[in-house]
Each structure stands twice: as structure tokens, then as C-alpha cells.
């Protein structure tokens, strides 16, 4: 699995690692996730940390939180909003800048993009 940034926050940490084990099929639809305080301790975190990365998951519609019943995977309904597409560009962006300031040509970039896909998927 891809490596994480050490100079990412740690909820954007968590974040991704959650997306990650929704993407590669090791969290599924409806899967409940553990508490803020049991996942707190499992990742080693502070629990407003944890609840900082469930916060934000919850608004991007990852996860949602149901009183009294707990935190659950939910159902991607396939609509990818503009604002997520432009920030993923951005991102991408910065990636081809960095890639062609240290000489790595567009083949090898898109191998390690369908490296990646394939080790996510």
C-alpha cells in the first residue's frame, strides 16, 4: 500500500488510510468502524484527532454516523462532485510538476499510477 506523508497531519493521515481500506475492498458498505476512542487506541492517536478525521470524512460523505448505533462505511453513490474532481487535478498537477523538475518522464509516471490502481483495487 502506498506510503503516507510524515508531514501530512495526522487526521489526513487517518483519513487516508480509511479510504484506502474502503478502496482495496478491506471496508465495505456498512462495515461499522470503531468508536473514536477504540480507534484512538488502536492507531495510537489522540481521540479529537480521530474524531477531527471522522468529521471531515463525514463531509465528504465516506462515512456516515448514526446515534446511539455507531460510525458506517457509506454507500458511494457514484456522483463525483466538481469541486473533488478540481482538487484532485491540483493534485495531480503537482505530482507531473514535481515528476518532470526530477526528469521522470510521463511513461513512468503512468506506470506507477497503474501500479498503484492495481495494489488499491
Known amino acids: 500500500m502506498a506510503q503516507i506523508q510524515r508531514s501530512q497531519p495526522l487526521y489526513e493521515q487517518l483519513m487516508w488510510r480509511i479510504k484506502a481500506q474502503i478502496a482495496s475492498g478491506v471496508l465495505h458498505i456498512g462495515d461499522k468502524l470503531p468508536s473514536v476512542r477504540e480507534m484512538a487506541l488502536i492507531e495510537g492517536l489522540n481521540p479529537n484527532t480521530v474524531a ?70
Do not use: C, P
Open 52 to 121: 477531527k478525521a471522522y468529521k471531515a470524512l463525514e463531509t465528504q460523505n465516506v462515512i456516515e454516523t448514526v446515534t446511539g448505533k455507531g460510525t458506517f462505511v457509506r454507500e458511494n453513490e457514484g456522483i463525483v462532485d466538481d469541486k473533488l474532481l478540481a482538487q484532485l487535478r491540483l493534485k495531480m498537477t503537482e505530482i507531473v510538476i514535481e515528476a518532470k523538475r526530477a526528469s521522470i518522464d510521463a511513461k513512468q509516471l503512468h506506470s506507477w499510477i497503474e501500479e498503484l490502481y492495481g495494489e488499491i483495487s
